[in-house]
């Protein structure tokens, strides 16, 4: 199975007066990953974007293991970890400098159209990103 | 079973390109939610602080119904799904101006020491919240 | 001349570890009262979005003179500093619960189309607003 | 004099509905210039929070030339514009991916004790710093 690695490092203001990263940023990490992983498909999100259609989050599980510190790197690991042609749910695992698993999760996302947020068929109206994400899933 | 309603007013700054109120920020919301409901309970997050306790988040889970956009406003409303004594699951529902459900999700949290991150019982250490928790459950 | 004064309560989500309010919020609370005071003249900023019209910040000074930490309420006000019917600054004054200046500073707006960035002027384009500033501003 | 320039790649989430980044997201991205710019001193800002001293902000201006847009990418160029023992004031040039000026400003900075906010001269308590520092100026 395709995976995505990407180094993150912790910018002072994800922080929290906990101390730690605060629990919504690593949603946005997730996007991070999610990012990379698509450009190491050979495509980029933003081009998606100028055909009209964007990518809603459907729903997202986080599960926190063990919190990441300012002065740390970061590390997420993006796959995709279920797609039907319509609906592509990606799976993320972030670890810290000593490999330790932080935070675990998944997003689940649809297609649709910008300006009437009606669903869109992944397989029909992008067949190469189709192809890519059924190879990615090791499912050809 | 008590339940608390906050209206939030969506900032501009919570908007994404996409037009509507960007995924992570539903969790800030539910954190404003959350800090709501302990006050109607009659307590205040920031003095548990005080003492020297956290209280991290162990798993999140977040349902995407439908977008928010600015102009609009939204309400969160926020309950105690599960309590044991050591961990507390709220529940929320966030519902927009005209009461149609936006998302819906939960977070579980446990508290711990400030300084070690190490667990430390709801129910021993802050009987009083122990016992609102328990009565707002409708367990009493 | 005229001004709004806003309450805010600080996010938990808004600290850093440093403890206090991060300083890169307070230029989203100075949106927060940049709005409320559009919306204390009778206008919508999201309806002047809706014609076409967005409204980038061209410069933003900030004076940080004490920090605001979580569980204190701030209050922002904010009012027009100057207006030449093409450029509007606002200037804005954050206090703590107990009357204290806690930030200072101003940000200058013009107004250009959405799809071009190109500049508009206030004065043709919402003649009612080009007014409202007009006399915000206590020139009539 | 010396500077640094460090690539920052756009996230989705520092967009907002006005299709750029997000004002006050380049204040966050400063931070992230002055973290590398001192890291190429050889320091680390996080082992000055070790030894219980933090960098709070005085002031901030920043000038927003033209927008960035998500898909492209950005460099932050930091060095110091002025410093005197106590006060350190940091510049900054963002450019895109065109070499064109995107947004220029500057902060000033004091340390001060974390649990007191009380003033502590960076001269006298950090030695090391003020010496490269000072060296970093063009003033040896």
Do not use: C
């Amino acid at each position: 199975m395709k995976k995505n690695k990407t180094q993150i490092k912790v910018r002072y203001q994800e922080t929290d007066q906990m101390g730690v990263v605060y629990h919504a940023n690593y949603l946005i990490w997730f996007e991070i990953g999610r990012t990379a992983f698509i450009e190491d498909l050979g495509f980029q999100y933003h081009e998606m974007e100028s055909a009209g259609i964007v990518s809603p989050v459907v729903d997202a599980h986080v599960y926190f293991k063990q919190p990441i510190r300012y002065g740390q790197n970061a590390y997420v690991e993006t796959w995709i970890e279920n797609y039907d042609g319509l609906r592509t749910t990606y799976g993320y695992e972030i670890t810290n400098d000593l490999g330790n698993i932080a935070v675990t999760g998944t997003t689940k996302h649809v297609i649709v159209k910008k300006d009437s947020f009606r669903p869109v068929s992944l397989r029909r109206s992008f067949p190469d990103w189709h192809q890519a994400y059924t190879n990615a899933l090791g499912e050809d």
